[in-house]
């Protein structure tokens, strides 16, 4: 297998074709903020997401994984449209989105896609009856002719998710985490979006009740031909789910394929300390150890270079570029054939 460099974003680093084409396609995003380190001082750039290219086929699931602080949020928000590109573009669907706000383009946008967040009870406000919760998206964007009508819906998204009509009735109180959930995903549903962002969507859910609501959204992905993009820092969740894998670290991919690839062949040894932790019975099994560097002062060369067992000098000093190590296999990793 050859080692010479490849350009930094060769089109299949995008995330590889589909016979469809694909849904979502960013391309060389990159998102820097301007922060004081100290009251006083002066603003320092922190680059959050650096130049990410990436693409989801319909009805896929594309996986970003990493440790907080690696940029996962941030790109979520940025597909949302929460907050714009410092540079790249993004395309969704024949929608193209750039550094700057198109209100008709967001207004679209905001139909197209819905989010799913990490935290069900923060998500949903206590002094509304789940109905209300659920159908109000409709009525602020897509009303419907009547309150029968409205109520109609709310039954029929709330058995989509497993929940009786009569939980329209209830308050987000005497709900439990799961069933908190199963109304967020139920409302994101309300105006038949294509696309769903899924922010760490079980992480606050008791391990028994996290498997059921990574089913239920496998089983309305394929009823409905759902596209998702699934944000997390725990590996087993999107080796369950996606179909294609992003490791980033510091803001950049680490390693990128097909989940196959990125699984049971990690050519990265960051990729290879997430399967660690997430499986720590596996020999020859190295875990991560140290923390995350701070994006204000990131490490010179190989972003990942203090804290990787294989590191040597070179990687102390050259940065390395996402190449391919495999079909459908992308690393960036001097040595990651060894």
């Known amino acids: 297998m050859s080692t010479r460099l490849a350009p930094a974003h060769p089109p299949e680093a995008a995330g590889g074709s589909a016979p469809g084409g694909t849904l ?31 693409a989801i086929e319909p009805g896929g699931t594309f996986g970003l994984v990493g440790e907080s ?8 928000r940025i597909i949302m449209g929460a907050e714009t590109a410092t540079t790249g573009s993004l395309r969704i669907a024949d929608h193209h989105f750039g550094a700057r706000h198109d209100d008709a383009g967001d207004a679209w946008r905001h139909r197209f896609l819905q989010p799913v967040l990490q935290d069900p009870h923060g998500a949903l406000d206590p002094a509304m009856r789940i109905g209300r919760i659920i159908d109000e998206p409709l009525r602020v964007q897509r009303p419907l002719p009547d309150e029968k009508a409205y109520r109609a819906r709310v039954a029929d998204l709330l058995g989509q998710v497993g929940l009786p009509p009569a939980f ?22 309300a105006l038949d979006p294509k ?38 820092h725990d590996l087993a969740v999107v080796a369950f789910m996606a179909t294609r894998i992003g490791v980033l670290y510091l803001g950049q991919f680490m390693e990128l394929g097909g989940r196959r690839s990125v699984l049971e062949r990690p ?3 960051y990729t290879q300390a997430l399967i660690a932790a997430a499986e720590p019975a596996l020999d020859q099994a190295v875990p991560v150890s140290g923390e995350i560097p701070s994006p204000l002062d990131p490490p010179l060369g190989c972003s990942f270079h203090p804290r990787c067992h294989k590191a040597q000098a070179r990687c102390r ?16 990793c001097h040595f990651a054939e060894t």
Do not use: M
């Open 24 to 54: 979502v396609e960013v391309s060389r995003l990159t998102k820097i903020y301007k922060v004081r380190p100290r009251l006083l001082s002066k603003p320092r750039p922190l680059t959050a997401v650096n130049d990410v290219s990436f």
């Open 69 to 76: 602080g690696s940029g996962k949020t941030t790109i979520a």
């Open 168 to 189: 329209a009735d209830r308050l987000p109180g005497a709900l439990s985490g799961g069933q908190r959930q199963r109304v967020a995903i139920a409302r994101a549903l």
């Open 195 to 232: 696309l769903l962002v899924l922010d760490e969507p079980v992480s606050a859910l008791d391990v028994s009740i996290q498997a059921q609501v990574l089913n239920l959204l496998k089983d309305l992905q394929d009823r409905h031909g759902l596209t998702y993009l699934l944000i997390s």
């Open 267 to 269: 050519a990265h040894p």
């Open 317 to 332: 000093v050259e940065k390395p570029l996402l190449r391919p190590v495999g079909p459908d296999h992308w690393a960036a």
